[in-house]
């Protein structure tokens, strides 16, 4: 929905407010609402919900970016709401029974929907509100006469609560006391399945529901519970869910959790052209989402893994929707990405925009933008200059993990800028008598001797090479200390991956 077209929401979701705190009780409709503290508590990121959260968990977590939690029941009651304080004047009365028009579930829904479209598109502070909403919506769920689900909507909502973040016993309460069958069985049964962690057992009948239902209230809902579900069988099949779900919500958080899980898909499947437009999408649409630092990771490891199939124009064309700060920060990652990857050329390129976005090499961000593109600089011929570059960053400019990176790229340099011992350029004469060189006659056998003679055997090249290890100190401490520092290397490495 439209923004303005829940404006008017906000003074029911306020209304609503005073009548949580306990002053007004659902049986007393005429009895005129109280003053509440606001809400109290820093205002945090909103926790993911079942529907709109990693989505479906299998007996045994998939692996990295397909990481799907299994849906935790959100909690049952509001928190934090403060104590009722006197009136100082009596209040109009807030109408509080089944056939008032403010607050029968759907309309209460519509509030919530709002609040959670308002925190994606940017809002921050709406996620306190969301919580409330939610506890106040329980709360009025259980205490709602049967007969208000006579009405499809209420039925709807008790559904998208549920899929919405709800909790999970609200939906097992109202299904228990449904005798009149307003809500449809199969729909409810996959709900519980998939709210309990066992979405696998439903998957084939979740895909029906979500092409049946698609045109109704609950159909993006159920399409993007679907694509939860069949993400860890059938990744195609999921995305044609998100694009049902996206398309059918459009400016909702069914779409912006739609278009981060399309965008994790193709990075697991190597689809990058469709990664690159879903990636456009949710740039334009969903910048300022509390969850669009997942989507920069995502969007880091599909240029990264895939960045040769990637034009340095569709990553320019993608972040120019983005403000400068943004468009930095992002840089910054595929830099630092691809140079620990071994990508230099897209570390560089992304080391150059942030540069130049970063206006100067006198600030963090500046240093921070020339020290990935040293790291980059490292496998190449430049590396003297490379090393040099990354040496004279100070300390306070990198971050700890940035500090042993920087160790362990100067390690490289340094083995690889090393002048040959000399000692060791003499391993090819070591058996041979001074002054003189085997002739190539002689090393295939052949020597001055008679025809008869038996040449001396040649020894075996490797046991030539132990030889030379066993006699040559300079060898032996030569190989011992290139491994000791190689081990060190990778140590480091290995603690920067982790």
Not at 198 to 216: F, I, N, P, R, S
Not at 286 to 297: G, I, K, T, W
Not at 321 to 332: H, K
Request: charged content about 25%; overall charge negative; proline content about 6%.
């Amino acid at each position: 929905m439209k923004r303005r077209q829940h404006r008017h929401l906000l003074p029911l979701a306020f209304s609503l407010a005073l009548t949580a705190t306990g002053v007004v009780r659902a049986e007393e409709a005429a009895t005129p609402a109280a003053h509440a503290e606001a809400p109290a508590g820093h205002a945090q990121a909103p926790a993911e919900t079942p529907a709109v959260g990693h989505g479906e968990t299998p007996a045994e977590p998939p692996a990295a970016h397909a990481e799907t939690p299994a849906p935790t029941e959100a909690q049952t009651s509001s928190t934090g709401h403060g104590d009722a304080a006197a009136p100082a004047e009596a209040l109009p009365v807030v109408p509080t029974t089944d056939d008032s028009g403010d607050t029968v579930p759907y309309k209460m829904l519509r509030s919530l929907q709002f609040v959670q479209d308002s925190v994606v598109l940017g809002d921050h502070s709406a996620s306190e509100m969301q919580r409330f909403m939610l506890g106040t919506i329980d709360k009025r769920l259980r205490a709602v006469d049967p007969t208000v689900f006579d009405d499809d909507r209420n039925v709807d909502a008790a559904l998208i609560y549920a899929m919405s973040g709800g909790n999970p016993q609200t939906l097992e309460y109202l299904v228990a006391r449904d005798v009149n069958g307003y809500f449809d069985n199969r729909v409810t049964d996959i709900l519980r399945k998939y709210l309990s962690g066992k979405g696998l057992l439903v998957g084939k009948t979740l895909v029906d529901m979500a092409q049946e239902y698609k045109d109704k209230k609950i159909g993006p809902y159920l399409a993007l519970v679907g694509g939860n579900v069949t993400i860890a069988k059938s990744p195609e099949e999921a995305l044609k869910l998100y694009d049902l779900a996206r398309l059918n919500a459009p400016g909702t958080i069914i779409e912006e959790a739609a278009l981060r899980r399309s965008v994790a898909i193709c990075v697991d499947k190597g689809m990058v052209d469709q990664g690159l437009q879903y990636s456009q999408r949710y740039v334009r649409r969903f910048l300022h989402s509390p969850y669009a630092s997942q989507f920069a990771d995502l969007f880091v490891k599909l240029l990264v893994d895939h960045d040769h199939d990637v034009k340095p124009d569709d990553v320019i064309g993608i972040l120019s929707f983005m403000d400068d700060a943004r468009q930095r920060e992002i840089y910054l990652r595929i830099a630092r990405a691809a140079a620990i990857a071994g990508k230099g050329e897209l570390a560089r390129m992304a080391a150059g925009h942030a540069q130049t976005l970063s206006g100067d090499n006198n600030n963090a961000f500046g240093a921070l933008a020339d020290f990935y593109g040293g790291m980059a600089a490292i496998p190449t011929d430049k590396i003297d200059t490379a090393a040099r570059d990354i040496s004279t960053i100070a300390d306070k400019a990198l971050s700890p993990r940035d500090q042993i990176l920087r160790a362990a790229a100067r390690s490289v340099a340094e083995q690889v800028l090393r002048q040959p011992d000399a000692a060791s350029l003499t391993q090819g004469s070591a058996n041979t008598p001074d002054g003189q060189e085997a002739s190539s006659e002689q090393a295939a056998g052949g020597g001055s001797a008679g025809e008869g003679a038996v040449p001396d055997a040649v020894p075996a090249a490797g046991s030539q090479s132990a030889d030379l290890q066993n006699t040559d100190p300079a060898f032996s401490s030569f190989v011992t200390s290139s491994r000791s520092q190689l081990d060190e290397i990778d140590g480091l490495l290995n603690k920067e991956s982790n």
